[in-house]
């Protein structure tokens, strides 16, 4: 062999056998970039990507190298999972690194968020083993803190769903009695104000006008006449028929002594065609199809009773059993019910609340803003009407917000046992699942809620704690709470952030340090710290959140 190319081959080997048996450089902090910088949760995770980009003549060909990423913050470390990076020579199923050109490792790191990570520091941890050597290289700081803004959506924010009661302060009653005439005639015989239903209305106006708590509203007189004949005929008959009713009515209320009735108003239908088509649809006769289709076909009156006519088959049996109907008056009475005062039924409430029905208890219950004078409501609610799901259910939405969520999880539950259809303890159910990390059963609880006016809320934090964003602002939809605010702040839309932040009807420590938030990512110093002062003035532990929090690192926060 030429002693040249001997020497040049001997070259060659010796190099390759220092790029294997070499032991590894340290790695370098300008070798490694970090998205997001800071890191930032999504939900309630906190999940980044470090990118490595591994400079040619560093990455040894023998050389296996496991990287944790590890978030260390006071008074721990979080590890994420560990990546492998291998040289060209290793048997694995790391990611390979050119040792004559370097190259590009991705290394994922994801960990579930703890307030404390707040103030934190991302590093990398390096364990190298070369041939069978095992060696740890110094960590690296790749990243630092963690901006939180997205754990402010918690089902602890949401209001729960409130089973509402059906108090009415005034309930109308409407009354009514038909007084029915011979064909072409408008007198009023004796046997019609002698019917049942005439004589009912009658001692129905009369109580009403006698009892304190009620009061006549209004009467109505209709009158009508069948469409057989002249319409010019039967508009007179029907005018008459309205005049006649309409002066016993009033001669009625002289008799009786009722000055106070509201308005009398009265009426005529000369032809009432539309009571003719449906007294025929609900008949037995025979040809009815060939009626019906008589009056689609034709809309003038004359010409219609002329076609009916004809069908000299059924004209019989209409003259008989549907024309008779049409020949009335109708009077109608509203009256109105008046229920006891607000100031009343507080008063039967603390004397007595088994004097009240359940809807009054209930109703009782909005007249306060007090949660701890709501709760006591809703429990004597539970105890007079133990069978209503809907004490039990508001029972547990007051120790929901009082963070009292194992004595909630029970009346939810008890509710739920009560109307296993009460989607308001389904969604309830639902908030609970959710503060315990049960996301499954969340989902389906939040499911069978559809519909409850609270459920868009709940839907839309427990979409951003699973860092579905778009999915959450869908459930938001045009909500003024602060949980579709902060939907609208990750989203990046501080416009209608700040509409919504704006119009919600009654701001808490959490709607200003939301809007804190705002100020600080639209650099608006002013409105950061007057809001936080807010935000702290109303919940003192919001001090130390702010303190640590990244969204405020521009900012002097001395003064809190």
């Given at each position: 062999m030429n002693r040249k190319i001997l020497y040049i081959s001997a070259a060659v080997a010796m190099v390759a056998l220092g790029s294997c048996s070499k032991k590894l450089g340290q790695f370098q902090a300008n070798y490694f970039s970090t998205d997001p910088t800071?890191?930032?949760?999504?939900?309630?995770?906190?999940?980044?990507?470090?990118?490595?980009?591994?400079?040619?003549?560093?990455?040894?060909?023998?050389?296996?190298?496991?990287?944790?990423?590890?978030?260390?913050?006071?008074?721990?470390?979080?590890?994420?999972?560990?990546?492998?990076?291998?040289?060209?020579?290793?048997?694995?199923?790391?990611?390979?690194?050119?040792?004559?050109?370097?190259?590009?490792?991705?290394?994922?790191?994801?960990?579930?968020?703890?307030?404390?990570?707040?103030?934190?520091?991302?590093?990398?941890?390096?364990?190298?083993?070369?041939?069978?050597?095992?060696?740890?290289?110094?960590?690296?700081?790749?990243?630092?803190?963690?901006?939180?803004?997205?754990?402010?959506?918690?089902?602890?924010?949401?209001?729960?769903?409130?089973?509402?009661?059906?108090?009415?302060?005034?309930?109308?009653?409407?009354?009514?009695?038909?007084?029915?005439f011979l064909i072409n005639q408008a007198n009023i015989r004796a046997n019609q104000t002698n019917s049942a239903d005439y004589i009912d209305l009658n001692r129905r106006l009369i109580e009403a006008n006698a009892a304190p708590n009620q009061e006549i509203a209004g009467l109505t007189v209709n009158s009508y006449a069948s469409p057989e004949g002249t319409l010019a005929f039967n508009t007179q008959l029907a005018e008459k028929r309205e005049q006649n009713t309409t002066t016993l009515v009033e001669n009625q209320l002289k008799k009786d002594k009722i000055t106070e009735f509201g308005e009398l108003t009265s009426s005529f239908t000369p032809e009432d065609w539309e009571g003719f088509q449906e007294l025929v649809e609900k008949s037995k006769i025979q040809d009815k199809d060939l009626i019906l289709a008589v009056l689609k076909m034709y809309q003038d009156p004359e010409q219609r009773e002329k076609e009916i006519r004809n069908l000299s088959s059924v004209f019989d049996e209409l003259a008989d059993q549907i024309l008779p109907q049409l020949r009335y008056s109708r009077v109608m009475a509203q009256?109105?019910?008046?229920?006891?005062?607000?100031?009343?039924?507080?008063?039967?409430?603390?004397?007595?609340?088994?004097?009240?029905?359940?809807?009054?208890?209930?109703?009782?219950?909005?007249?306060?803003?007090?949660?701890?004078?709501?709760?006591?409501?809703?429990?004597?609610?539970?105890?007079?009407?133990?069978?209503?799901?809907?004490?039990?259910?508001?029972?547990?939405?007051?120790?929901?917000?009082?963070?009292?969520?194992n004595a909630a999880k029970a009346n939810f539950e008890r509710a739920a046992s009560i109307n296993p259809q009460s989607k308001e303890a389904e969604m309830n159910l639902g908030l609970i699942s959710m503060l315990n990390h049960d996301l499954r059963a969340a989902n389906a609880q939040l499911g069978a809620a559809a519909g409850v006016p609270e459920s868009g809320d709940a839907l839309g934090v427990f979409y951003l704690q699973q860092g579905d964003l778009n999915k959450a602002l869908n459930a938001f939809g045009?909500?003024?709470?602060?949980?579709?605010?902060?939907?609208?702040?990750?989203?990046?839309?501080?416009?209608?952030?700040?509409?919504?932040?704006?119009s919600i009807q009654v701001p808490d420590a959490t709607t200003y340090y939301l809007t804190a938030v705002l100020g600080a990512r639209t650099n608006n110093e002013n409105m950061v710290m007057s809001n936080l002062r807010q935000a702290v003035k109303l919940d003192n532990g919001l001090l130390s959140r702010a303190k640590a929090d990244m969204e405020f690192s521009k900012f002097n926060l001395s003064f809190l």
């Open positions: 800071p890191l930032e949760t999504v939900g309630e995770r906190v999940p980044a990507t470090v990118t490595g980009s591994i400079p040619a003549k560093f990455m040894v060909k023998n050389a296996k190298v496991t990287a944790t990423p590890v978030l260390v913050y006071q008074g721990g470390e979080t590890a994420g999972a560990a990546t492998v990076i291998q040289g060209e020579n290793v048997r694995a199923n790391g990611q390979v690194v050119s040792f004559d050109n370097g190259g590009m490792v991705r290394i994922p790191f994801d960990a579930i968020y703890e307030p404390a990570m707040a103030k934190s520091d991302l590093y990398l941890d390096f364990t190298v083993d070369q041939n069978g050597k095992l060696y740890a290289l110094p960590r690296v700081k790749v990243g630092n803190g963690v901006v939180a803004t997205s754990t402010l959506a918690s089902a602890k924010t949401v209001k729960p769903a409130v089973a509402k009661d059906k108090f009415q302060r005034v309930i109308s009653e409407k009354y009514s009695a038909d007084i029915h009256i109105n019910v008046i229920g006891k005062s607000d100031q009343e039924l507080i008063d039967l409430f603390n004397k007595d609340p088994k004097a009240l029905t359940a809807d009054e208890i209930l109703y009782v219950a909005t007249l306060t803003d007090d949660n701890t004078k709501k709760m006591e409501i809703y429990n004597a609610a539970s105890k007079v009407y133990p069978n209503d799901y809907r004490t039990f259910n508001n029972l547990g939405m007051t120790q929901y917000v009082a963070g009292d969520y045009d909500a003024k709470t602060n949980n579709a605010a902060l939907a609208q702040i990750l989203a990046k839309d501080y416009s209608a952030a700040k509409s919504t932040l704006a």
